[in-house]
Nanobody, 124 residues
Framework: QVRLVESGGGLVQAGGSMRLSCAAS????????MGWFRQPPGKEREFVGT????????QYADSAKGRFTISRDNAKNTVYLQIDSLKPEDTAVYYC?????????????????WGRGTQVTVSS
């Protein structure tokens, strides 16, 4: 069992930056591939990016390339999502998730554990 808790969301102006954190606890949380997803208002939850358990491989959705950066600190059991040049369309609930299946996981179905999410609101 892995427990995930996101933090760092809030209200920010367009053009600003934000760093979200995901604290993991439970059985060998550092062994898991981690992912970030987001769910904009009225839309489906979508993939943002993923990082393998060593932190050496990352993959991003096309919409996230260039502005989003995922990193992890296994000593702290924490995964981060840095978002730069925020846009109003980045407004969403952001979720982190843990997958024990593959090195890189881009599909919701590949993730067994989910946090409750943190709201990010970008004002124009």
């Amino acid at each position: 069992q892995v427990r995930l808790v996101e933090s760092g969301g809030g209200l920010v102006q367009a053009g600003g930056s934000m760093r979200l954190s995901c604290a993991a606890s439970g059985r060998t949380a550092s062994d898991y591939t981690m992912g970030w997803f987001r769910q904009p208002p009225g839309k489906e939850r979508e993939f943002v990016g993923t990082i393998n358990w060593t932190g050496t491989i990352t993959q991003y959705a096309d919409s996230a390339k260039g502005r989003f950066t995922i990193s992890r600190d296994n000593a702290k059991n924490t995964v981060y999502l840095q978002i730069d040049s925020l846009k109003p369309e980045d407004t969403a609930v952001y979720y982190c998730a843990a997958s024990g299946i593959t090195a890189i996981a881009t599909m919701k179905s590949q993730y067994a554990y989910w946090g409750r999410g943190t709201q990010v609101t970008v004002s124009s």
